[in-house]
C-alpha cells in the first residue's frame, strides 16, 4: 500500500505564493506518476500538474503553466506544487495523487490509483 499526506495548504492573498508538499510513505517505489489534482465547491476534480519520478515526464493544465511548478525530491519521497501569481480562480481543495503505471493518460482521476486526504488553499482577492 502507498499512503499520501499533504502539507501547506492556507489562506494568500491574490498574486501570493504557497507551496505544497506531499510525503509518500509504503510502497512508494510501486508508483510510476505522481499528481496534483484539485476540486472546488460545486466543480468536478481536475488535473493542475504531474511529473513522473525521474523527472522526464512533466505535464501541467494550462491554466496553471508558468505559474505553478511540480517537483519532486526522491530521497525524502516528497512531491511539491510551488504555486506562483495566485488568483481567487486556484481555490480549491487539492489532492496529491500517486498512480502505478507510465502508461495511459495522467491527466485522467480515474487513473490514479492513491489519494491524499487534500489540503485547502483559499486565494482572497
Known amino acids: 500500500q502507498v499512503q499520501l499526506v499533504e502539507s501547506g495548504g492556507g489562506l494568500v492573498q491574490a498574486g501570493g505564493s504557497l507551496r505544497l508538499s506531499c510525503a509518500v510513505s509504503g510502497r512508494a517505489s510501486s508508483t510510476s506518476y505522481m499528481g496534483w489534482f484539485r476540486q472546488a465547491p460545486g466543480k468536478e476534480r481536475e488535473f493542475v500538474a504531474a511529473i513522473s ?62 489519494w491524499g486526504q487534500g489540503t485547502q488553499v483559499t486565494v482572497s482577492s
Open 53 to 114: 519520478w525521474s523527472g522526464v515526464r512533466l505535464y501541467y493544465e494550462d491554466s496553471v503553466k508558468g505559474r505553478f511548478t511540480i517537483s519532486t525530491d526522491n530521497a525524502k519521497n516528497t512531491v511539491y506544487l510551488q504555486m506562483n501569481s495566485l488568483k481567487p480562480e486556484d481555490t480549491a481543495v487539492y489532492y496529491c495523487a500517486a498512480r502505478r503505471y507510465l502508461s495511459g493518460n495522467y491527466y485522467r482521476p480515474d487513473e490514479y490509483h492513491y
